[in-house]
């Protein structure tokens, strides 16, 4: 029988459970240990080591690698008279049926907990929530919270608020989420700032900016001091709804109350106002972020230098730039590559050129784009020396060319007589089949060293007419 199977279990677990169990199994049993005269407080303790302390039993139920057996032996051991379970051996079996998602059976668990008188703990219904949580079961933990209350266990904040998290992770429950969390004053839990936030961010989520803003409101009012999440969760709200004034005001009340916003916080910001084209402002508040305890970052000034390039002010990026590089600051590809397009998409390729060289310098590559639209600038005014020094620039870097850009430069610099030479220099050159994963093209040693040849030789000849 499942009894027997379950004293089987006792019995190997330590010989005073098998002692034990031999002895209630055996009423008649003369024994002189239950023959003896006792008070019955002496008796009580007696059944209690006779069976087993409430320990060995949990370590027996921990044990089990089946939740069910471990629940027999739970149920075995509460029959036990005089036996009295440990706080540890319920969580123990309430994880165990949890994570095997026996649901009913913890019910059935909480109930005999409740009809013995015996009190639950705050732990106990922490557990719950984070099994309930795991399960992706929203309707159950919120139970629990009322489960609570029939236990007579006022609940916590952070068991208002882990419920909070669990109901708003699904859409359709945020309306009941707001509900619990208008009620829990009525039940004697203080929402803190923590519970704001978690109501705040799901509605924010919810496209429900003006709720979200309410319940700041509501925090002020009821004297709960918000904390830096609570703005940063509100500015980017505000920055997503495209209010990039309202964040401002935000960040403003923030700093005047001496809270010190994250990067991140600047960062949602810095883009909002360039989406905005708020330059100005973007740019004064890169300015404004050191003083107030934030070091501008690389995202940062990338954001600004790509706000004005976008708006056609390729020299203010330029400034931008600079900015990073005096304020300890290093610009990475991405800073040379977006001011070097906006340059040269304002016509500014001299200007473009000279960050080329800076970019290089500091090793990085450039995208073939960078070098191809500085080639077709050069080219379209004429300015062949110096569409050739970027060729070379970049060559000489180790770097390739797009066939584009060869077929570009070449013709213009090499005789109509040797067009049958250059056709075969761009053939090669262009040989690599371009598939959807290949951008660039090995432009090839000959055609670069050729190249090079015939500038020279263009160079000498101007150097010697220039004798007579």
Known sequence: STNVMIRRKIYDSSAVFISAARRIASPTSTSPRFLSSRSPENELVSNKSSFGSPTRVQKLIAS??????????????????????????????????????????????????????????????????????????????????????????????????????????????????????????????????????ILMQAFCLNDDLSIAYKLFGKMLERDVVPDVESYKILIKGFCRKGQANGAMELLEDMLNKGFVPDRLSYTTLLNSLCRKTQLREAYKLLCRMKLKGCNPDLVHYNTIILGFVREGRAMDARKVLDDMVLNGCSPDSVSYRTTIGGLCGQGMFDEGKKYLREMISKGFSPHFSVCNSLVKGFCGFGKIEEACDVVELVIKNGERLHSETWEMIVPLICKEDESEKIKQFLEDAVKVEITGDTRIVDAGIGLGAYLSSKRQMKRKNVRERSYF
């Open 64 to 197: 089990q690698s089946d939740p069910l057996l471990a629940k027999e032996i739970f149920d075995y051991a509460s029959q036990q008279p005089n036996f009295r379970h440990s706080q540890s051996s319920h969580l123990v079996l309430i994880l165990k049926l949890g994570r095997s998602k026996y649901f009913n059976l913890i019910d059935d668990v909480l109930a005999k907990h409740r009809s013995s008188g015996y009190p639950l703990t705050g732990e106990t219904f922490t557990y719950l929530i984070k099994i309930y949580a795991e399960a992706n079961l929203p309707e159950k933990a919120l139970r629990t919270f009322y489960k609570m209350l029939q236990f007579n266990f006022t609940p916590q904040p952070k068991h208002l608020n882990r419920i909070l998290e669990v109901l708003v992770s699904h859409r359709g429950y945020l309306r009941k989420a707001f509900e619990l969390f208008k009620s829990a004053r009525l039940h004697g839990v203080m929402p803190n700032t923590r519970t704001y936030n």
